[in-house]
């Protein structure tokens, strides 16, 4: 099975900080890599797909890139509404679909 | 507006057996690849499952492939998660997503809030 490794496991920004979030895979996934949103209690929200695609509705400050390995998703000026956790998966598998473990992104 | 609306969670013994039902309305059902993840109390998420729209091809995680079933009815609308021979490990907010469609770049776009299974004696 593919491993998704991401790092940090957390950070503590302020807002108006860019914040970078890694992601490694333990074989080449091409660009199968999607980042997603999640805030305490509720669902997961889409943030980028195919890697490097801003999925629709979600602000410019977030972007994604990447391919092979090492991906990462970065937020240009982080906002209060950006404190969340964030994960990235790999759909390339054509068995199984995997999650990183998670980073969760607070303030300092 | 699209909307996914799980139901079926429960408090389970270790070994039981449990169905989530996932009622979707707001778009063409029938089109859309749909997933299951699940996430325990605390912890991250895990993809459980997969199902293509037709329902012919179906997806697993290595923990419950065996276990568990996904399956749809097109014509209800409705996503299905049978789950057997529970462990306490399956302790978690399962939820149920769709695919955002169009190519090979699978992406969940919408997701139901959740329903909670407790796998406990």
């Known amino acids: 099975d593919i491993q998704m490794t991401q790092s940090p496991s957390s950070l503590s920004a302020s807002v108006g900080d860019r914040v970078t979030i890694t992601c490694r895979a333990s074989?080449?996934?091409?660009?199968?890599l999607n980042w997603y949103q999640q805030k305490p209690g509720k669902a997961p929200k889409l943030l980028i797909y195919?890697?490097?695609t801003l999925q629709s509705g979600v602000p410019s400050r977030f972007s994604g890139s990447g391919s092979g390995t090492d991906f990462s998703l970065t937020i240009s000026s982080l906002q209060p509404e950006d404190f969340a956790s964030y994960y990235c998966?790999?759909?390339?598998?054509?068995?199984?679909?995997?999650f990183g473990q998670g980073t969760k992104v607070e303030i300092k | 507006e699209v909307q996914l609306l799980e139901s079926g969670g429960a408090l389970v013994q270790p070994g039981g057996s449990l169905r989530l039902s996932c009622a979707a309305s707001?778009?063409?059902?029938?089109?859309?690849?749909m997933s299951w993840v699940r996430q325990a109390p605390g912890k991250g998420l895990e993809w459980v499952s997969a199902i293509s729209s037709s329902g012919d091809s179906t997806y697993y995680a290595d923990s419950v492939r065996g276990r568990f079933t996904i399956s749809r009815d097109n014509s209800k609308k409705t996503l299905y998660l049978q789950m057997n021979s529970l462990r306490a490990e399956d302790t978690a907010v399962y939820y149920c997503?769709?695919?955002?469609?169009?190519?090979?770049?699978?992406?969940?776009?919408?997701w139901g809030q959740g329903t909670l299974v407790t796998v406990s004696s």
């Open positions: 997503a769709k695919d955002r469609g169009g190519d090979d770049f699978y992406a969940d776009d919408y």
């Open positions: 195919a890697a490097s």
């Open positions: 707001g778009f063409t059902f029938r089109s859309y690849a």
């Open positions: 074989q080449s996934i091409s660009n199968y």
């Open positions: 998966q790999q759909t390339y598998s054509t068995l199984t679909w995997t």
